[in-house]
């Protein structure tokens, strides 16, 4: 039903060899069982990684296998889900043979730029979360707001020190 073969996404990516339903289970994402905290020594460095974390928040997949070659899209033809502790790649609408299979990442918890290249009209940029990314800019906002203040504090002092050097 899938066949691997290179991508102008990214490497390669996994191709709908024959037609695939709506709503059709394709492929579970498989792989080692870690936690987040041997997810961040394993992969502290690296570019590019295959975790998929599960609900739980103390499980991590290190994906290998067919799913962990799919692609992230803005445009997705396909969704992730978890159930029952098993992840799942799901096709979110008919897809055609040799389309490639592609879902949306939604990364989060990161600071690594994460390009997104899915070539979409619809594409954001990247292939972190919108939610994500509204956190890290409302972050961002934030250590502005503080620098604005810390900058709007020095003259203040400089100007207390003059007052005391007169006094
Ligand atoms: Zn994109």
Redesign the pocket.
């Known amino acids: 039903m899938l066949v691997v073969r290179p991508s102008p996404i990214h490497s390669v990516g996994v191709y709908a060899a024959k037609p695939i339903r709506k709503g059709t289970r394709i492929v579970e994402y498989t792989g080692p069982r870690i936690t987040p905290e041997e997810a961040d020594r394993l992969y502290q460095n690296s570019q590019r990684t295959y975790l998929y974390g599960l609900e739980d928040g103390k499980t991590v997949i290190d994906g290998e296998g067919l799913a962990a070659y799919m692609n992230h899209?803005?445009s997705p033809n396909c969704e992730v889900d978890e159930i029952k502790g098993r992840v799942w790649l799901f096709a979110l609408r008919d897809i055609e043979p040799g389309e490639e299979l592609v879902w949306d990442y939604n990364l989060y918890d990161d600071e690594a730029p994460a390009p997104?290249h899915?070539g979409?009209p619809k594409?954001?940029?990247t292939m972190y979360s919108r939610e994500w990314m509204a956190r890290m800019r409302r972050r961002d906002a934030r250590k502005r707001e503080r620098v604005r203040e810390s900058s709007r504090r020095v003259p203040a002092l400089h100007q207390e020190n003059g007052n005391h050097a007169s006094a």
């Open positions: 899209s803005c997104c899915c979409s594409c954001r940029g």
